[in-house]
């Protein structure tokens, strides 16, 4: 799978509704057919830093999305709320989707 991770810095203006603007882009891409997850969070440290969690099914899928007209829509108004140039991680992994962590598991009580 194709997995990013970008963490954005948003102008504090925008941090509160970061996540009402990029809604649309959200749905659209969680709705595409190659999109395994697309999760955001916001910092406990930074209230104006946000990192977003994807992965793709293929380097096929990623393309497909890169290049569809909502990502054009969503980098535009992404743009218009950003505080500097996202931080990014794009890699290939072996898997499908998130696997347990083998160290921790819930104690029974």
Do not use: C
């Not at 509160?16 to 955001?40: C, I, K, Q, S, V």
């Not at 994807?54 to 990502?71: M, Y």
């Not at 931080?87 to 819930?106: C, F, H, K, V, Y």
């Amino acid at each position: 799978m194709i997995f990013i991770a970008v963490k954005f810095t948003v102008r504090p203006e925008h941090a509160d509704t970061w996540l009402e603007r990029t809604a649309e882009f959200t749905r659209a891409t969680r709705a595409e057919p190659g999109n395994l997850f697309y999760e955001w969070s916001r910092s406990v440290d930074d209230p104006n830093q946000f990192v977003l969690l994807e992965a793709f099914a293929s380097p096929e899928a990623g393309a497909a999305h890169v290049n569809s007209d909502h990502f054009k829509a969503g980098m535009e108004t992404m743009s218009e709320a950003i505080a500097e140039v996202p931080q990014i991680i794009n890699t290939e992994i072996e898997g499908d989707d998130w696997s347990r962590m083998a160290e921790l598991s819930p104690k029974n009580s």
